[in-house]
T-cell receptor, first 113, second 113 residues
Framework: QKEVEQNSGPLSVPEGAIASLNCTYSDRGSQSFFWYRQYSGKSPELIMSIYSNGDKEDGRFTAQLNKASQYVSLLIRDSQPSDSATYLC?????????????FGKGTKLSVKP | DVKVTQSSRYLVKRTGEKVFLECVQD?????MFWYRQDPGLGLRLIYF???????EKGDIPEGYSVSREKKERFSLILESASTNQTSMYLC????????????FGPGTRLTVT
């Protein structure tokens, strides 16, 4: 059974701090990795994609990928109360010839003013 | 911008009714997906389609069917709604590759009484 694991949280950080969200996956053949943000009652919104080992930065967000350790993370710098949401990690399956993703159950982030 | 729309935000149906949920995307994506999301269970794939008139079962297809007559439209059908199908239903679409970024519609909150 291919899995994506995330700590469910809640992860609580003060405003302005760095929030670090982690995800591990079981399928060594995975090539594509995604982070989604989901506000309560809303649908998931894609915020980052990463395909190669290393870091990818987009504004206050940095995604980090380590395929050897089967680990992907999301750093949020200068966290804001508006970042409070559930963050879903998603990974493609078997190289993803049909684009199927496995989603983790999400980590709930709370940023305190 | 990718836009995925769903026919209803909220829907209330009675047990035994036939329910149609429609999803339309405007980005010429090949792949379309139907998920349900329940607290503690995360996103679960019901059905997906990678081409017109093609469909594949996901992890929880029982009690559901789908239809894809046009590339931009993917319908989910509950043949005889039951209370355990009360859930948030999410439609997503993606390209066939090389990026498998999935974009979600706003979701339909279905209540079966």
């Amino acid at each position: 059974q291919k899995e994506v694991e995330q700590n469910s949280g809640p992860l609580s950080v003060p405003e302005g701090a760095i929030a670090s969200l982690n995800c591990t996956y079981s399928d060594r053949g995975s090539q594509s990795f995604f982070w989604y943000r989901q506000y309560s009652g809303k649908s998931p919104e894609l915020i980052m994609s990463i395909y190669s080992n290393g870091d990818k930065e987009d504004g206050r967000f940095t995604a980090q990928l380590n395929k050897a350790s089967q680990y992907v993370s999301l750093l949020i710098r200068d966290s804001q109360p508006s970042d409070s949401a559930t963050y879903l990690c998603a990974v493609n399956i078997d190289g993803g010839s049909q684009g199927n993703l496995i989603f983790g159950k999400g980590t709930k982030l709370s940023v305190k003013p | 911008d990718v836009k995925v729309t769903q026919s209803s935000r909220y829907l209330v149906k009675r047990t035994g009714e036939k329910v149609f949920l429609e999803c339309v995307q405007d980005m010429d994506h090949e792949n379309m997906f139907w998920y349900r999301q329940d607290p503690g269970l995360g996103l679960r794939l019901i059905y997906f389609s990678y081409d017109v008139k093609m469909k594949e079962k996901g992890d929880i297809p029982e009690g559901y069917s789908v239809s894809r007559e046009k590339k931009e439209r993917f319908s989910l059908i509950l043949e005889s709604a039951s209370t355990n199908q009360t859930s948030m239903y999410l439609c997503a679409s993606s390209l066939a590759g090389p990026s498998y970024e999935q974009y979600f519609g706003p979701g339909t909150r279905l209540t079966v009484t």
